[in-house]
């Protein structure tokens, strides 16, 4: 069986890095090449992204493919959601693309609802509201005045902005246009009547394509630099979460998925989206998956509590590896307090340790006192808000969720995956841990022909990784305990 060479760029909102993938007998192995900081520019209180720096990142890891004298059967790019940027007429950039951070949506969902309401809005794109969604970005930029959305001739998302600026082909990829609250997730179209309500021209957008097409190859200019060959630039899953979910490793459809990390993200796949009161009144999103999949999901905030806690320790001069933090965790008995990982306190806290302790007093439990029992007050609270939301996606899932797959750095967490199976009494199965590379990767593959189906690449995923499984123990204690978890957080 021939070796082939893909070349994947993960771009992130705080750090980004270029991976060379090999697929060949059957398996998929990966080699980071470069891996580079990506920072916010501030500039008179705007906040913007530097895409030339992030351009010129791309093109090193180009490099460092030329130097190894690889030739490459396909480039994919994926990134962050949300963030875009103006093209002039001419083609070229009007500015840097303003940041999601960018404090010029606070207030603006509720100016739009003024036109649209609400429920009407959720109904048109079925994706839950957040003020830096793009439609929000737009609607605040009109209010500006905003001279590049004046002239603007094309608005390009991020990652089909970066392959515009590889090859010169400009397209709206499914999956990244979809989390822009712009979509029309029934018609898979950018949605008129929203286009309307910004005073935009219908041919802003480019028509829609879907993951696994061709956006085009390497110019001259880009090959020359780099010194590789003009190779094609597939569509991937251009939202970092598409290419993650596309390597779920599963063998069936029946099963939920968690992307774990920083922020977890909880969903299942199915082939309508879900646009119900209960998905409305829950907060549920409906985005682009692979091949024209929806991904219905909800947001957690997942590791982000501990890792601010670990941020606040370490500036005190205590610092816990990895591993150090699980041996705390289960140091400590379990079922001594509990969060709910989503409270609005938790969002940005000056202190997490004392937002924690706050938490805890206010709803009349035992306050952590160690490092430890904070830990396990963390792990604790999230096995349970998962065991919540996954409850939540039953009652709404045209299938019956026969087991859960985490995926993404958290699936690493030994000892939070078997919380989380004693929690949701169900199997979980854990890995990849770099599942958003390898679903970037297996797209690309896919888009040259090597795969007819999503079911043959998860395949190939499951051959090319260790997986581990956990089984539920103590349920009943802990269905016991549920009830504790649930009575506390409605006391908030």
Not at 187 to 201: A, H, K, Q, V
Not at 250 to 258: I, M, P, T, V, W
Not at 321 to 344: H, K, M, R, T, W
Request: aromatic share 10%; charged share 20%; net charge negative.
């Amino acid at each position: 069986m021939k070796t082939h060479y893909f070349f994947a760029f993960d771009l992130g909102a705080t750090s980004g890095r270029s991976i060379l993938a090999t697929v060949g007998g059957g398996k998929i192995t990966l080699k980071e090449l470069t891996r580079f900081p990506n920072k916010i520019i501030s500039v008179h209180g705007k906040c913007y992204w530097d895409i030339y720096a992030i351009f010129e990142a791309l093109k090193d890891g180009l490099k460092v493919v030329a130097a190894e004298k690889i030739k490459l059967d396909a480039i994919g790019i994926d990134t962050w959601g949300v963030d875009f940027v103006y093209l002039g007429e001419d083609g070229s950039l009007l500015n840097l693309p303003r940041s999601y951070r960018d404090p010029y949506t606070n207030g603006i969902p509720e100016e739009l609802f003024k036109v649209l309401p609400r429920k009407d809005l959720y109904e048109l794109t079925g994706i839950q509201i957040m003020n830096f969604n793009s439609l929000f970005q737009l609607y605040a930029a009109k209010l500006e005045n905003s001279p590049a959305l004046e002239k603007a001739h094309d608005i390009l998302f991020i990652p089909d902005a970066l392959s515009y600026m590889l090859t010169g082909g400009k397209v709206c990829e499914y999956t990244i246009a979809s989390t822009s609250q712009l979509l029309n997730p029934k018609t898979r179209r950018i949605e008129p009547e929203l286009l309307d309500i910004l005073g935009l021209n219908s041919n802003v957008f480019r028509p829609i394509i879907m993951p696994g097409e061709t956006i085009g190859f390497l110019t001259e200019d880009i090959a020359r630099e780099c010194g590789v060959h003009k190779a094609p630039v597939i569509a991937v899953g251009g939202h970092d979460t598409a290419s993650a979910v596309a390597a779920v490793p599963a063998d069936g459809e029946n099963f939920a998925y968690l992307s774990s990390g920083t922020w977890s993200l909880m969903g299942i796949e199915v082939k309508e989206p879900i646009l119900t009161q209960d998905s409305y009144e829950m907060n549920f999103t409906n985005e682009g998956g692979v091949d024209g999949s929806i991904r219905f999901l909800k947001n957690i905030a997942g590791m982000w509590l501990l890792e601010q806690c670990r941020k606040e320790w370490g500036g005190t001069g205590v610092h816990y590896s990895y591993n150090e933090i699980v041996e705390l965790s289960d140091s400590v008995a379990g079922f001594q307090s509990f969060v709910d990982p989503d409270d609005a306190s938790f969002a940005n806290p000056v202190s997490m340790v004392v937002a924690i302790a706050a938490f805890c007093e206010k709803t009349g439990q035992n306050v952590p006192k160690t490092h430890a029992e904070f830990v396990r007050c963390i792990f604790d609270s999230l096995a349970f808000k998962y065991r919540y939301v996954l409850e939540c996606l039953q009652k709404m899932a045209p299938f019956n969720i026969e087991k859960l797959h985490i995926i993404g750095g958290g699936s690493q967490n030994k000892l939070l995956n078997q919380l989380t199976a004693n929690s949701i009494n169900m199997q979980v199965v854990a890995g990849p841990a770099e599942a958003t590379a390898i679903g970037n990767v297996m797209m690309q593959s896919k888009g040259i022909g090597m795969f007819d189906s999503l079911q043959e690449m998860r395949l190939m995923v499951r051959n090319s990784i260790d997986l581990d499984t956990f089984y539920p123990q103590d349920v009943h204690l802990w269905d016991s305990e549920y009830n504790k978890f649930l009575n506390i957080i409605q006391k908030k």
